[in-house]
């Protein structure tokens, strides 16, 4: 299997971090690409009836 490019999903969790780190190391193996993609919460908003 070739891996060329690695998307890894960061936030604001220590899980981020191991996650961050692991697919790193991952792409220094393959010799691939890293993408990151910071993942945030959606907000809600009230509806105003408008």
Do not use: C, Q, W
């Given at each position: 299997m070739k891996i060329s490019r690695i998307l890894i999903g960061?936030?604001?969790s220590k899980y981020a971090e191991y996650a961050t780190s692991?697919?790193?190391?991952?792409?220094k193996t393959f010799n691939?690409?890293?993408a990151l993609v910071h993942i945030v919460e959606p907000a809600v908003t009230p509806d105003t009836g408008s």
């Amino acid at each position: 299997m070739k891996i060329s490019r690695i998307l890894i999903g960061i936030d604001d969790s220590k899980y981020a971090e191991y996650a961050t780190s692991y697919g790193f190391d991952l792409a220094k193996t393959f010799n691939a690409h890293v993408a990151l993609v910071h993942i945030v919460e959606p907000a809600v908003t009230p509806d105003t009836g408008s």
